[in-house]
């Protein structure tokens, strides 16, 4: 069964992590923005929102953790066009003491549709063991605190089914 999405309204009821023009080079031969562009906005959006939780760049570094991917699931649902304006999105749903749950969303602006969304899990890493690993003391907090405001929306954040942190 195909998850229930947002309503580009609801959306907004996140925080805007990033705005972006969509330039010429990330047209395809279809004429519209190529996969792996998506990918590229929601890794460049969540960096700065990584980093004011705490998981910066000096616990990746000094303290050698950090956060690897562990599995996507990714929803096309309009397409993007060179000169179009996009927001990106997250909404955090769950964490365990070593993983964490979310989903963020590409709104067009330009066309006033919900483009794509992307559910994650993610782990905290032991960057130096190369394995998974707690999550840092100071970036579960500011995990728990949204999780726990984004709870309150009032629309439960589209899933496929099959991803758990």
């Not at 923005?33 to 570094?61: Q, T």
């Not at 707690?134 to 309150?152: C, K, N, V, W």
Request: glycine residues 6%; aromatic residues 10%; contains cysteine.
């Amino acid at each position: 069964m195909p998850a229930s999405m947002p309503t580009v309204s609801q959306v907004d009821d996140l925080p805007v992590l990033m705005e972006k023009v969509v330039p010429p080079e990330w047209q395809d031969l279809n004429g519209h923005v190529n996969v792996r562009h998506y990918l590229e906005l929601y890794d460049a959006a969540s960096w700065p929102k990584l980093a004011e939780f705490g998981l910066d760049a000096s616990v990746f570094l000094e303290r050698r953790q950090g956060v690897f991917d562990l599995e996507h699931h990714l929803w096309y649902l309009d397409e993007l066009h060179v000169g179009d304006t996009v927001t990106v999105h997250w909404r955090f749903i769950a964490r365990t003491v070593k993983r964490f749950h979310g989903v963020m969303f590409v709104v067009n602006r330009t066309r006033g549709r919900l483009s794509s969304v992307f559910e994650y899990v993610s782990t905290g890493a032991d960057l130096d063991a190369r394995r998974t690993a707690p999550l840092p003391p100071e970036f579960a907090a500011g995990l728990d605190r949204l999780i726990a405001q984004h709870a309150q929306l009032g629309w439960a954040p589209p899933t496929c089914g099959v991803m758990a942190p």
